[in-house]
T-cell receptor
Framework: NAGVTQTPKFQVLKTGQSMTLQCAQD?????MYWYRQDPGMGLRLIYYSASEGTTDKGEVPNGYNVSRLNKREFSLRLESAAPSQTSVYFC??????????????FGQGTRLTVV | LAKTTQPISMDSYEGQEVNITCSHN???????ITWYQQFPSQGPRFIIQ???TKVTNEVASLFIPADRKSSTLSLPRVSLSDTAVYYC????????????FGKGNQVVVIP
């Protein structure tokens, strides 16, 4: 059982280049999330998807786009990378239900450097 | 999501019980209280979730007073491997789907 898988694990981009971070989960979860984490900071929500076909902005959406391709996959795209987007990116998923222990599962992260 | 307030950091000695507090004064009736743990270079991991009173699992205990305006995560007899950032989240388990983390509480366990 792989859980949440992110690709790639590491990436170096030049300013202005574009790329897509991939995330896939095999737990049949309805909700998926993208976060960024900078040194000494907590996780900041970029975008989330409550269910297949829906996406919503989080705290820091500028410079990013997302696609909920199907129930399993939620991708994050940087159209024109900037040095300020150098960060570690985490994807997560969970099932919302009105009961205890609706825990979120996280991927191992993608470490992105923009030079 | 209800806003939470946690200390930025704390130190504890190995073998001691560690109590980590979180304030959430504007918690709503439908909100649950959830704690996550994050080790360096890893994604957060779910520890425990509760609604009221006390919840215990194999990892930790969660104490929630009757007014639910705060909560305390208790880690028994910590070891060096418990050094991590601990996040307190408050929100419903349905409806509003945002899962917003704050800066968390850096706990350092000292030998």
């Amino acid at each position: 059982n792989a859980g949440v898988t992110q690709t790639p694990k590491f990436q170096v981009l030049k300013t202005g280049q574009s790329m897509t971070l991939q995330c896939a989960q095999d737990m049949n979860h309805n909700s998926m999330y993208w976060y960024r984490q900078d040194p000494g900071m907590g996780l900041r929500l970029i975008y989330y998807s409550a269910s297949e076909g829906t996406t919503d902005k989080g705290e820091v959406p500028n410079g990013y786009n997302v696609s909920r391709l199907n129930k399993r996959e939620f991708s994050l795209r940087l159209e024109s990378a900037a040095p300020s987007q150098t960060s570690v990116y985490f994807c997560a998923s969970r099932n919302l239900r009105d009961q205890l222990n609706t825990e979120a599962f996280f991927g191992q992260g993608t470490r992105l450097t923009v030079v | 999501l209800a806003k939470t307030t946690q200390p930025i950091s704390m130190d504890s000695y190995e073998g001691q019980e560690v109590n980590i507090t979180c304030s959430h004064n504007n918690i709503a009736t439908n909100d649950y209280i959830t704690w996550y743990q994050q080790f360096p270079s890893q994604g957060p991991r779910f520890i425990i979730q509760g609604y009221k009173t006390k919840v215990t699992n194999e990892v930790a205990s969660l104490f929630i007073p009757a007014d639910r305006k705060s909560s305390t995560l208790s880690l028994p007899r910590v070891s060096l491997s418990d050094t991590a950032v601990y996040y307190c989240l408050v929100g419903p388990n349905y409806g509003n789907n945002r899962l917003a983390f704050g800066k968390g509480n850096q706990v350092v366990v000292i030998p």
